[in-house]
C-alpha cells in the first residue's frame, strides 16, 4: 500500500465504473505481459493477481533506493451488482487492464393465480 497525503492506496490503482449495461474495472498494471495476471471472477466479485518477476541484479555496485518489487499483488473486488459471468471480457493494452462484467438481467418468472 502506498501513503499519499495520509490516505493509504491500494495497489494495483483501480477503476470502476458503473453504466446502464456492465461493470466496468479498470486496473493500472505496468511492466508486465498478459501471461503473467491471473483474473478470477464470480457473480459478486473479482479478483485480480498479477506476478513480477525478480529481474536480474547487476553483478556489482549497490542499490542507494530500491522500490520495484517482486512477486504477487492481489486486489479483491466486490461489485455492485450481480453480473453476467458467462458474458464477462477482458483486454490488457498500455499497461491497462480493462474488464467488462455485463450485469445480469433481472428475468421475472410469471406464475398463473389458482382459484
Do not use: W
Request: aromatic share 2%.
Amino acid at each position: 500500500m502506498i501513503e499519499r497525503t495520509g490516505t493509504p492506496i491500494k495497489i494495483p490503482l483501480t477503476d470502476i465504473l458503473e453504466t446502464d449495461d456492465a461493470i466496468i474495472i479498470m486496473v493500472d498494471i505496468p511492466g508486465l505481459s498478459k501471461e503473467d495476471i491471473e483474473i478470477g471472477i464470480n457473480q459478486n466479485s473479482v479478483e485480480i493477481t498479477a506476478t513480477y518477476e525478480e529481474k536480474s541484479l547487476p553483478t556489482s555496485g549497490k542499490f542507494i533506493q530500491k522500490e520495484r518489487v517482486h512477486g504477487a499483488v492481489h486486489r479483491t473486488l466486490t461489485l455492485p451488482t450481480p453480473i453476467d459471468v458467462k458474458k464477462t471480457s477482458a483486454s490488457y493494452k498500455n499497461c491497462i487492464l480493462t474488464i467488462t462484467l455485463p450485469k445480469k438481467q433481472k428475468k421475472l418468472t410469471k406464475i398463473t393465480i389458482q382459484e
